[in-house]
């Protein structure tokens, strides 16, 4: 798989205030790779920075410092008609399916605007590309053109949405939190579209989400944010079935199951104070030591799995040689 | 086991111009003393507007027929001033969305005051704010959280805060509106066991919990009961529903959830094809009947509302292919 995104160091610091004023550093310093027909799950709860990441890649939001390198050009200073034309590549689909639509205007017309300002030259085949894009998100336009966006369920503008980007060239779909709003019955088709169209259209999927299992249902890889912060990254089975950053862990266990009730446990909600330049789960990690004071790096524990946690590497040097003790 | 709250037949409809909607259409449940009775359903199914309907009918929603009795009393059709002294002492409510419709030009402590004197004349403001921050302090909240105003607390805190409010005059029946929708799962997590301890402390005896999460209700309720459109569609025990579900509604909801170590390569899931109907318009028969893949007797699941029955001991369904057990039974 060859990479299609490189994300190289990227920090977003909001600052907030008039005059004077505080920053607040929402993502700091990360790095992944997008390869090209990948989902890649990017979890973490809220606060995490995860919807940051996000904007940052398609640009609603400027980056601080960091690079983001889009089939070997950096997008991050990219402007006008460039900009344009990487919006062909790049697209992304947000929570609220109502929000995206004009409650006044029928939903043909995202399909209209996409043909005023990207297709033009594909105007006489409007309806035909509409209708196969349509088909092919598994909506049939018969119920769909003409209507008015209070006429769909959630569902139905969701997949509206996603077959609108069918009809650029997108190679980077951006969900972030597509399903969140859904019901259950309806969440887990457009799931498996997500699936469909990595397997079919070769499309990458950066699919941003709160809920765990949803992460484990239909990613290649899963990335773990906490408070800005890659935590823990690797391929989904690994990251979820042997979690090694204490973090990973608490979501596991928090994480509502049919079939496993939750363990009574300490409630844990304390929050105190992390110490300048630390690890940012310092003050809630049951395992914190001296050495976390200063924050540990994203390191390769295993073979595509890395952690940022020093007590995660101790662990899994512990659990080698234990490993060998039962060989001998 | 003791009744705490009776529902029969109960209807509930909204008044629009179009006509009526028929939100929550003959339902009939019970909840025991000290219970967690959990309700489940996808949105428009009637659930929120079960919920609220319990507390305060307010327009444009109305009364359409049944009954509720609490505690051996008839509560649905109350006049306002009786209602308004049952409500937080004896019934009380988290709604949905709760934790941010709190005044934010209000500190929390005046927030808290205003809201118990309202119900309670005779509290003194000392005891309410010292009942307040005895509460606070069982949940992890400090003291000073009274001096505060809610855009300065996080959600779980002021999920929280408003948990501690709903309950501090010690309701017989508390009803949780998809208070952990909106939460990280850790809070979600906090906030059920929250609900546990204060059930433990008989702060509340019984707690109706509304969601859409039925992994949230396996965690927390004795007893599930699953709506879809404006009817009960089953009833039993959590882990008979959740292991063990009979109503074809039921058992593809379930398998539509995705749980952990099911991945979409290995094992597709699919959802349930379709869509709820019109409620201002229902079908006259079952109202799955349109997405139903079973449908027993086609032309009685058409035409006739199948009625809820006990169909084995604490399980009620109601679907037509489970009617005959019940005959036998009878």
Same mark, same amino acid.
């Given at each position: 798989? @060859?990479?299609?995104?490189?994300?190289?160091?990227? #920090?977003?610091?909001?600052?907030?205030?008039?005059?004077?004023?505080?920053?607040? #550093?929402?993502?700091? @310093?990360?790095?992944?790779?997008?390869?090209?027909?990948?989902?890649?799950?990017?979890?973490?709860?809220?606060?995490?920075?995860k919807t940051t990441v996000g904007r940052l890649i398609l640009r609603l939001l400027k980056l601080s410092t960091g690079k983001i390198i889009y089939e070997g050009v950096d997008i991050s200073t990219l402007k006008g008609r460039k900009l344009r034309d990487y919006y062909k590549y790049v697209q992304g689909v947000f929570q609220d399916p109502f929000a995206s639509f004009n409650p006044i205007f029928k939903v043909d017309r995202v399909f209209d605007l996409l043909f005023d300002s990207y297709l033009k030259?594909? #105007? @006489?085949?409007?309806?035909?590309?509409?209708?196969?894009?349509?088909e092919k998100v598994g909506l049939n336009s018969l119920d769909i053109l003409g209507k008015y966006p209070h006429q769909m369920s959630g569902g139905q503008l969701q997949r509206i949405l996603i077959a609108r980007t069918l009809l650029l060239d997108t190679k980077l779909l951006i969900a972030d939190e597509l399903i969140s709003m859904l019901d259950a019955s309806t969440r887990v088709d457009v799931l498996n579209l997500l699936g469909d169209l990595r397997d079919k259209e070769k499309m990458s999927v950066l699919f941003i989400t709160h809920d765990l299992s949803l992460g484990y249902y239909i990613s290649d890889t899963t990335m773990i944010m906490y408070r800005g912060n890659i935590v823990e990254f690797g391929k989904t089975?690994?990251?979820?079935?042997?979690?090694?950053?204490?973090? #990973?862990?608490?979501?596991?266990?928090?994480?509502?199951?049919?079939?496993?009730?939750?363990?009574?446990?300490?409630?844990?909600?304390?929050?105190?104070?992390?110490?300048?330049?630390?690890?940012?789960?310092? @003050?809630?990690?049951?395992l914190a030591m001296d050495v976390c004071r200063k924050k540990p790096n994203l390191k390769e524990l295993e073979k595509d799995h890395k952690v940022a946690c020093y007590a995660a590497e101790v662990m899994t040097g512990d659990s080698i040689q234990i490993g060998k003790g039962h060989n001998n | 086991m003791a009744r705490l709250l009776d529902v029969k037949e109960y209807k509930v409809y909204y008044q629009t111009l179009k006509g009526q909607i028929r939100a929550v259409d003959g339902v009939n449940f019970f909840v025991n003393a000290d219970e967690v009775?959990?309700?489940?359903?996808?949105?428009?199914?009637?659930?929120?507007?079960?919920?609220? $309907?319990?507390?305060?009918?307010?327009?444009?929603?109305?009364?359409?027929?049944?009954?509720?009795?609490?505690?051996?009393?008839e509560i649905s059709r109350l006049p306002d001033e009786i209602m308004k002294k049952m409500r937080f002492e004896k019934i009380s409510i988290i709604p949905q969305f709760a934790m941010d419709a709190m005044s934010p030009t209000k500190k929390i402590k005046n927030i808290v005051v205003d809201l118990v004197r309202e119900h309670d004349k005779k509290m003194s403001e000392k005891d309410i704010i010292d009942l307040a921050i005895k509460r606070f302090k069982m949940v992890?909240?400090?003291?000073?959280?009274?001096?505060?105003?809610?855009?300065?607390?996080?959600?779980?805190?002021?999920?929280?805060?408003?948990?501690?409010?709903?309950?501090?005059?010690?309701?017989?029946?508390?009803?949780?509106?998809?208070?952990?929708?909106?939460?990280?799962?850790? $809070?979600?997590k906090?906030?059920?066991?929250?609900?546990?301890?204060?059930?433990?402390?008989?702060?509340?005896?019984?707690?109706?919990?509304?969601? +859409?999460d039925i992994s949230v209700l396996y965690q927390i309720a004795d007893r599930i009961m699953i709506m879809y459109a404006g +009817?009960?569609?089953?009833?039993?025990?959590?882990?008979?529903?959740? $292991?063990?579900?009979? +109503?074809?509604?039921?058992?593809?909801?379930?398998?539509?959830?995705?749980k952990m170590g099911v991945q979409f390569s290995q094992n597709r899931l699919t959802g349930i094809p379709g869509y709820p109907p019109n409620l201002l318009n229902p079908p006259t028969g079952c109202r799955f009947y349109d997405r139903c893949p079973l449908r027993i007797d086609p032309q009685k699941c058409k035409n006739e509302i199948p009625p809820l029955v006990e169909y084995m001991p604490g399980r009620y369904i109601a679907c037509w292919a489970y009617t005959k057990g019940n005959d036998k039974n009878g």
């Open positions: 798989m @060859d990479e299609l995104v490189k994300v190289q160091n990227l #920090t977003k610091i909001f600052k907030s205030g008039l005059v004077g004023g505080y920053f607040t #550093t929402a993502v700091d @310093d990360v790095s992944f790779d997008i390869h090209r027909s990948e989902i890649i799950s990017l979890v973490g709860e809220s606060g995490s920075g030259d594909k #105007t @006489d085949k409007k309806h035909e590309l509409i209708v196969e894009s349509l089975k690994l990251v979820f079935d042997n979690p090694l950053h204490p973090y #990973t862990r608490m979501l596991l266990s928090a994480v509502p199951e049919i079939g496993r009730k939750w363990k009574k446990s300490e409630l844990e909600m304390k929050r105190g104070e992390i110490p300048a330049g630390g690890c940012p789960y310092f @003050d809630r990690c049951p | 009775f959990g309700v489940a359903g996808e949105s428009g199914c009637g659930k929120s507007t079960l919920g609220n $309907s319990l507390i305060y009918l307010k327009a444009p929603m109305r009364y359409a027929g049944g009954n509720v009795i609490l505690d051996g009393m992890g909240l400090s003291e000073n959280v009274m001096n505060m105003y809610s855009i300065e607390l996080s959600g779980g805190m002021k999920q929280r805060v408003v948990m501690v409010i709903s309950t501090l005059l010690n309701p017989r029946l508390l009803i949780a509106d998809e208070i952990t929708s909106a939460l990280d799962v850790s $809070s979600q906090f906030s059920v066991e929250m609900l546990d301890e204060f059930k433990e402390k008989k702060f509340v005896s019984s707690v109706i919990f509304i969601t +859409h +009817h009960v569609v089953e009833i039993g025990n959590t882990e008979d529903i959740v $292991s063990k579900p009979l +109503h074809p509604y039921t058992k593809l909801l379930i398998s539509s959830l995705p």
